[in-house]
């Protein structure tokens, strides 16, 4: 089992950064892979970005290549989401999740923070 507590949203100017972190206990994090997802209001949530157990392979929907960046740091059990040149139709819920290796569907989920990004 792997809790996972997500921070670091809040409200933020269109053109601003926010990095998300997601900090994880109860297993060791370098056993699974990483995602974020977000859902805004009325929407099904969706894919943001993905990186491996060992950091070496990411992933990024459209919509965030060039903008976020996901990263990990095994030894503090803790992964983050910068993200810059934030837009208004960014505004959702941030969900952080885990997989172990070797499995596709992510099994563990945070409770979510809230970015809103203000035009």
């Known amino acids: 089992q792997v809790q996972l507590v997500e921070s670091g949203g809040g409200l933020v100017q269109a053109g601003g950064s926010l990095r998300l972190s997601c900090a994880a206990s109860g297993r060791i994090l370098s056993a699974y892979g990483m995602g974020w997802f977000r859902q805004a209001p009325g929407k099904e949530r969706e894919f943001v970005a993905a990186?491996?157990?060992?950091?070496?392979?990411?992933d990024y929907a459209d919509s965030v290549k060039g903008r976020f960046t996901i990263s990990r740091d095994n030894a503090k059990n803790t992964v983050y989401l910068q993200m810059n040149s934030l837009k208004p139709e960014d505004t959702a819920v941030y969900y952080c999740?885990?997989?172990?290796?070797?499995?596709?569907?992510?099994?563990?989920w945070g409770q979510g923070t809230q970015v809103t990004v203000s035009s």
């Open positions: 999740a885990a997989r172990p290796r070797g499995v596709t569907a992510f099994r563990y």
């Open positions: 990186i491996s157990w060992s950091g070496g392979s990411t």
